[in-house]
């Protein structure tokens, strides 16, 4: 692919601070995610909060600031899409630590004919997705037009398919969840499993 995005935008205001910066295993979540996209796509740009580019932004990395501020994932996915070239372009969060390259491998070998491909476990997640540029631009925009900034209702104006991938199951929303992550690898943890994930 020739673009992705990292959508880093939000406040954090129920983790209590700022998720870009959040160091994990010895780099920001911002890197982390970043690293992760530069593996399936030729550029990655970071869409985040109005204003100069933050320390937080990964080097090598283009950065688009949001034209509202805080007016959610949806202001900052127009404003990337709108930003990038090319036909298909990976979008992340900036919250969900266990995303491989191999999430969006299997993404884009189910993005064909116009259709997009966005992860899920238990609920789709929206901005874990190939998007084919244009459509979702079009159809996010409309969104906007109508008052809508909620990134869940973008899929009912696409035409995709949901692919199962269990690493989209932990988003770091707050201290709980930040626990959850930091002890998954001891004891009788739900995330010992992580192994087994497809890394195709």
Request: charged share 20%; glycine share 10%.
């Amino acid at each position: 692919m020739d673009s992705a995005l990292l959508i880093a935008g939000g406040r954090s205001k129920r983790l209590g601070q700022p998720k870009q910066s959040l160091e994990i295993e010895g780099e920001t979540l911002a890197a982390r995610t970043a690293g992760v996209l530069a593996q399936v796509a030729r550029r990655v740009t970071v869409v985040g909060p109005p204003g100069e580019r933050p320390d937080w932004v990964p080097a090598g990395c283009d950065w688009v600031g949001d034209p509202l501020p805080h007016g959610g994932p949806l202001v900052g996915l127009v404003a990337g899409l709108a930003a990038v070239r090319g036909e298909l372009v990976a979008v992340a969060p900036c919250d969900l630590p266990l995303l491989v390259p191999a999430t969006y491998r299997a993404l884009r070998r189910i993005a064909v004919d116009g259709d997009a491909a966005v992860a899920t476990w238990e609920q789709p997640q929206p901005l874990v997705a190939v998007y084919w540029r244009e459509a979702a631009l079009a159809a996010a925009e409309l969104l906007l037009a109508q008052g809508e900034h909620r990134a869940q209702r973008l899929l009912g104006e696409l035409p995709h398919t949901l692919v199962e991938r269990r690493e989209v199951a932990l988003n770091l929303n707050t201290p709980t969840d930040l626990e959850r992550f930091r002890n998954r690898s001891g004891g009788e943890s739900e995330f010992n499993c992580w192994s087994s994930v497809d890394q195709r």
